[in-house]
């Protein structure tokens, strides 16, 4: 058997993985921690919802829903805060930070503020959910590291402003 040709095979796939943009994954990545930051943030409040996936749009006046505060000052209970803070904190940083991020505006300082809420979470409140946080954490420290990409407000902005 030749075992040349199988060597080629990988070769040449393993390049072809390489060409994968990086623009492409930071796309994906943006629109996956977006989603998962803002899907958390909803449930923390009334009178504002919007999932473009089930299609529910309700334009209100933003408040935290009436159990948030509870769950801080059961369940959470992050030292150094009160609960209503804290509650309060989460809501608005798991709306503004994944709105950022989604248009690719101020990204890697939006993902380093959910990359430190990540670790807050990790940390402090589910030890035991280091899988998914890990996750979470290299997309964001991806977006970190390399960027937005081409579509992004970040990149447009860049270019007008490095002429």
Do not use: C
């Amino acid at each position: 058997m030749n075992t040349s040709r199988p060597v080629t095979i990988v070769r040449r796939v393993v390049e072809l993985f390489g060409r994968i943009p990086d623009g492409l994954i930071s796309l994906i990545g943006r629109f996956s921690i977006a989603a998962i930051f803002w899907k958390s943030g909803q449930t923390k409040v009334q009178g504002f919802a919007i999932d473009i996936v089930s299609g529910e749009f309700q334009f209100g006046l933003p408040r935290l829903s009436d159990s948030v505060v509870d769950l801080f000052r059961d369940e959470y209970r992050l030292p150094l805060l009160a609960p209503e803070l804290a509650a309060t904190m989460a809501a608005f940083g798991e709306h503004f930070f994944p709105a950022l991020i989604l248009v690719g505006l101020a990204t890697r300082f939006s993902a380093l503020a959910l990359l430190g809420m990540t670790l807050t979470i990790q940390l402090l409140v589910y030890p035991d959910a280091y899988p998914t946080h890990g996750v979470w954490a290299a997309v964001l420290l991806f977006l970190i590291a390399r960027g937005p990409g081409a579509l992004s407000l970040d990149h447009l902005l860049f270019r007008h402003f490095m002429k």
